[in-house]
């Protein structure tokens, strides 16, 4: 025996041990040339795809360009090469742009450096905890709301740039920026507006040409181009940030002490939460393309440590990015090797040709950011959810509402403990509490073998059954229930064969009965618990001892005799 428990204990090390194997080692075992050639190419092409991407993102968060790039590059390499997945590609995201550009706006860059940082520290906790699994069942109206409610303020904040406006500085506060277009409107400037349709126009169409090389590259190949040659009055990324650097810059450790730490813990969280449930929702996603299954924790420890690492080096925060991801498996890409080029590719741009990044005009940045944007809102998703249950709806509209007028963190906060409510309503529906001895009249149901019409049930006996989860929300309507016995028993039995968990509460309740019963003279039986989890929360509570042995019983039959036996010890005492 004590051999065979040393084994087990071993081989669940080993199992936790395999758990935390960044699945680049996992695929280096079979690893060939040929794979690597698909690497390469899927490396090389998402890399490209990524260069807009970074800058784009990094501009519409409030910081300068090359900051997107010192991202994609370390962070981007760290996903894939610590990752859970095959085919992940991580780097700055769209989701993350309304919450960088607040954190931006109120503590300034050094202050979202340390944020990142210690959302860096919380990924890998999470990690570790192995929290990876329940990060993922986050309810999709949930998602689906937020995502929704941040491509809408992506889309917003890129009107400015689209048009022309001259306006000044946008107004942070989604109803104002919208009053500030409205009052500009005569200010547009038709070249820019232009510049910016031409992109949109060409990212939609391209693909009818070649799915080889991004549309979002030609796009800014062809503006790029028209504007400098036509020598069009359209603000660049040059003329607006300078110089893009053309290397890395050194790590600096970020300075932190307590009132700091206290500030941006909730910033921090935010950018945890979110780059964790980004992360595995893509991670998920690959999985259905390429017949795989991800490490959740590992994905989240790699997550992890890709942030801090891009805080040390100014960077913005990172996560697993669906379209690159998806572009990545399209092209061939099978394992982590893939990601990893596409970072060398970028840091290859970078110190190559990123001089020349400097050029892009703006308006084409917000052309490709308003194409983010329309490709994040999944209204087909949002209508869909809005067509299911109104509780679901609710949700998805609070969520959405709150994004976008109030920010992202309550907007979860609040949204999740919707959730939670309306789940625990519906589930508080599911529970019954019934009276069963009222229905020995009636026909009763007939396919039930266990039903109480198969039993002779004597007059000194009452039966009430639960059903459903005896939890806090549903305790109440036991308690209730039981108020109702109309002339004393001397035996009251209740059937919990449809109870598949019980909670603190729902132990109160039974022990609340049973000492009001004992008060009565009234004898208690728990019928039927079969489930081991309820059966063993009795036990610790020790209801079980209280009540007697004797008196919980597995099956219907054998609460009856125990009932006889109880009434015959009365009669005969």
Do not use: C
């Amino acid at each position: 025996m004590v051999k065979h428990h040393s084994i087990s204990h071993s081989s669940a090390h080993s199992i936790i041990g395999l758990m935390f194997v960044p699945k680049l080692f996992n695929t280096l075992k079979t690893y060939n040339r040929q794979q690597f050639g698909k690497d390469l190419m899927a490396g090389l092409i998402v890399g490209i795809v990524a260069l807009p991407l970074a800058i784009a993102f990094a501009i519409a968060s409030g910081v300068s360009p090359e900051k997107g790039l010192y991202t994609a590059i370390i962070a981007g390499f760290i996903i894939s090469a610590l990752g859970g997945s095959r085919v992940q590609i991580g780097g700055p995201t769209g989701a993350f742009i309304v919450i960088v550009y607040g954190i931006v706006q109120t503590y300034g860059v050094n202050g979202l450096i340390i944020a990142t940082f210690m959302a860096g520290i919380m990924l890998i906790g999470m990690g570790f905890a192995r929290l990876g699994s329940v990060i993922k069942f986050i309810p999709h109206p949930l998602i689906v709301g937020f995502t929704s409610g941040i491509a809408l303020l992506i889309f917003s904040s890129q009107i400015k740039d689209f048009f022309g406006l001259q306006m000044g500085v946008v107004p942070a506060d989604f109803i104002d920026k919208w009053k500030g277009y409205f009052e500009h409107l005569g200010s547009v400037n038709w070249e820019v507006a232009m510049v910016a349709i031409v992109t949109v126009v060409i990212i939609l169409f391209w693909p009818r040409v070649t799915h080889k090389i991004p549309g979002s590259l030609i796009a800014i190949l062809a503006t790029t181009a028209a504007v400098n040659l036509l020598h069009l009055p359209v603000e660049t990324i040059g003329s607006r940030f300078g110089k893009i650097p053309s290397s890395l810059p050194s790590p600096v450790m970020p300075h932190l002490d307590l009132a700091i730490i206290k500030n941006l813990i909730q910033p921090a969280f935010t950018i945890a939460l979110l780059g964790g449930i980004e992360s595995l929702l893509s991670a998920v996603v690959s999985d259905g393309m390429i017949g795989g299954r991800h490490k959740s924790n590992m994905e989240l420890i790699a997550q992890g440590v890709a942030n801090i690492f891009s805080s040390l080096f100014g960077g913005i925060p990172a996560t697993g990015a669906i379209a690159r991801t998806v572009t990545n498996v399209k092209n061939g890409g099978r394992t982590p090797v893939a990601g990893m080029v596409h970072a060398v590719v970028l840091f290859l741009i970078m110190v190559f040709v990123g001089k020349w990044a400097a050029l892009i005009p703006m308006a084409t940045l917000a052309g490709i950011l308003v194409i983010v944007a329309y490709n994040m809102s999944e209204w087909e998703s949002f209508v869909a959810v809005l067509k299911g249950p109104r509780s679901d709806s609710a949700v998805l509209i609070t969520t959405f509402l709150l994004t976008v007028i109030v920010d992202l963190t309550v907007a979860i906060e609040i949204g999740m403990v919707l959730a939670v409510f309306l789940f625990m309503r519906n589930m508080i529906k599911v529970s019954e509490v019934s009276m069963l001895t009222h229905q020995l009249d009636d026909a009763g149901n007939t396919t039930d073998k266990e039903g109480i019409n198969n039993f002779i049930i004597p007059k000194e006996v009452e039966v009430f059954e639960i059903s459903g989860p005896l939890f806090f929300g549903a305790a109440y309507k036991f308690k209730d229930s039981i108020k109702f016995i109309e002339k004393k028993p001397k035996v009251l039995i209740i059937r919990m064969r449809y109870v598949p968990i019980i909670d603190a509460t729902g132990i109160s309740s039974i022990k609340d009965v049973y000492k009001e019963t004992r008060h009565m003279g009234i004898k208690l039986i728990l019928s039927e618990v079969n489930n081991e989890k309820v059966l063993e929360e009795l036990r610790k509570s020790r209801l079980v001892f209280a009540i007697g042995k004797a008196n919980v019983t597995g099956t219907f039959e054998e609460a009856l005799d125990r009932s006889l036996q109880v009434i015959n010890d009365q009669k005969n005492g």
